[in-house]
């Protein structure tokens, strides 16, 4: 297990996006660690990796390693760990594009949110953002 401390460059690519290196926040400390944002302060505006991020798919990954019945120190394990809660973000993401769009949010504030351009969000969640649109509507 790596050390929380040596964490990977911040400008990681995720897929095809680039995550900032210097993420903004609501209070203004823009690129400092948590400790010395304002108490309350929303750090949800830029995707980035931080320590939090680091030791949050640590414990995902250990407590579903666990719930199948892996060992802790399996490489092999880790990886099909990694590639499941992967899989299951990726099939949250449209449903998550669809509900902040039915919330009023324009696609260059979802594909901000998900380090993409607007053009890039429209393109991939278009589709899947009418479909549950219309639905709502025969569902209401």
């Known amino acids: 297990m790596h050390d929380s401390g040596?964490?990977?460059?911040p400008k990681v690519r995720f897929g095809t996006e680039k995550?900032?290196?210097n993420p903004r926040c609501s209070c203004g400390a823009d690129g400092e660690p948590a400790e010395r944002h304002e108490p309350g302060c929303d750090r949800t505006w830029e995707p980035f990796v931080d320590h939090q991020t680091w030791a949050l798919v640590g414990a995902a990954t250990g407590l579903l390693s666990g719930y199948r019945g892996?060992?802790?120190?399996?490489p092999e394990g880790?990886?099909?760990c990694l590639?499941?809660?992967?899989?299951?973000?990726?099939?949250?993401l449209p449903e998550a594009v669809a509900d902040a769009r039915g919330q009023?949010?324009?696609w260059a504030e979802v594909g901000?949110?998900?380090a993409i351009s607007a053009s890039a969000a429209r393109r991939r969640y278009r589709?899947?953002?009418?479909w549950r649109a219309e639905l709502d509507l025969l569902e209401s």
């Open 6 to 9: 040596n964490l990977p460059n």
């Open 19 to 21: 995550l900032p290196g």
């Open 70 to 74: 892996g060992a802790e120190d399996d």
């Open 78 to 80: 880790l990886l099909s």
């Open 83 to 92: 590639a499941s809660l992967s899989a299951e973000t990726q099939s949250r």
């Open 104 to 106: 009023g949010c324009s």
């Open 112 to 114: 901000s949110r998900l």
């Open 127 to 130: 589709e899947y953002v009418s």
